[in-house]
């Protein structure tokens, strides 16, 4: 399906044409460096003529990507309105995002342990042992993927350089949250975002080529998670859901929300620029002697996404890989 063509509801009137016409433009503008240096998405917006209606959408659109308010985004974001409202058709992962991570894991010669939280990392002498409750694993050396978020809850011993510890504290994070709930009859594919409320809902076909009996929402930006009343539980979100959709048949009673904030081993959604914050890059992607550090957060340009994280990943096997070659 089309998950970028989003029709906005409860805004002020847009004009298809006007919508496409305007994301075009921004896209064209930020590749262009024309927004300038440390210019917020907001300023630009603003230095651009378009309709309130085009505005709105486009505003919510971006936050709720982005998982942070449009207006204090950097203002080089806007390229991403290329793919805003586009009729494109999108790819995804049968049977959930995990699989892929799950896919490359199975082509490792051993075992991925899971659920062993590591809370000690020694890294002196030229190689790394990773430790946590009840195992240590002594290894040549090792590549840290944490969110910045969490990385101070690990002990590196020795500690890691000022100049690593500014850059990972420097980045900053959005916030979003996710909804989903059982559909009681079928309905079409479908992608409907609420302007006003900054979040978007829709329903797709699953592997079988059928639409999948349940409608899911994601919510971006800490604004409109307070909004929604995230924190409470599902109640709210779910009204302005039922009031978004009445089209659909909602079963309330088996409404899942998920909030990234609540979760520990994030904290946050994903990593975001804002205006007149850019983040040390050189910093985020230098290693410490037997550590290499990846993770969506030190993927440059794709940032924020899972192709950055898939980026990331291969950047610190390369660099691990040449470190081991000088010292042979």
């Known amino acids: 399906m089309a998950y970028g ?35 917020a998405l907001g300023d630009l917006l603003g230095a651009t003529s378009m309709s309130p209606g085009v505005r709105a959408a486009l505003e919510a659109r971006l936050s709720i990507s982005a998982a942070h308010e449009a207006g204090e985004l950097a203002g080089h974001l806007a390229a991403h309105t290329s793919s805003t409202f586009s009729e494109s058709q999108s790819a995804r992962i049968a049977g959930g995002n995990s699989r892929l991570a799950e896919a490359l894991a199975q082509r ?12 000690r990392v020694e890294w002196a002498g030229g190689s790394a042992t990773v430790k946590g409750e009840g195992f240590e694993a ?20 020795p500690s890691l350089p000022q100049g690593k510890l500014r850059a990972n504290r420097d980045v ?57 009343g995230v924190g409470e539980g599902t109640g709210w979100w779910l009204a302005r859901l039922t009031e978004l959709r009445p089209d659909l048949a909602l079963s309330s009673e088996g409404a899942v929300g998920t909030n990234w ?14 205006a007149g914050r850019p983040r040390d890059e050189a910093g985020l992607c230098e290693p410490a002697g037997a550590l290499f550090f990846a993770g969506e957060h030190t993927a440059g340009a794709w940032a924020g996404t899972m192709e950055g994280a898939l980026r990331s990943g291969r950047r610190a096997a390369e660099q691990m890989i040449a470190r081991r070659a000088e010292h042979k």
């Open 138 to 157: 002594p290894a040549d050396a090792a590549i840290v993927t944490v969110p910045a978020t969490v990385l101070d809850d690990i002990v590196f011993d």
């Open 5 to 39: 063509d989003r029709e906005p509801r409860g805004g002020p009137a847009v004009q298809r044409a006007e919508l496409i016409r305007v994301a075009g433009l921004l896209t064209g503008l930020a590749r262009g460096n024309a927004d300038g240096p440390g210019m």
């Open 172 to 228: 900053d994070y959005g916030h979003a949250a996710k909804l989903s709930v059982p559909l009681e009859q079928e309905a079409e594919p479908s992608a409907v975002m609420s302007v006003p409320d900054r979040f978007w809902c829709w329903t797709a076909r699953g592997q079988d080529g059928a639409v999948q009996p349940v409608v899911s929402a994601f919510a971006g930006s800490a604004t409109a998670l307070e909004a929604l």
């Open 108 to 119: 490792l010669p051993s075992p991925v342990r899971t659920r062993h939280p590591v809370g």
């Open 261 to 274: 904030d609540d979760d520990p081993w994030a904290r946050a959604a994903y990593s975001v620029e804002l």
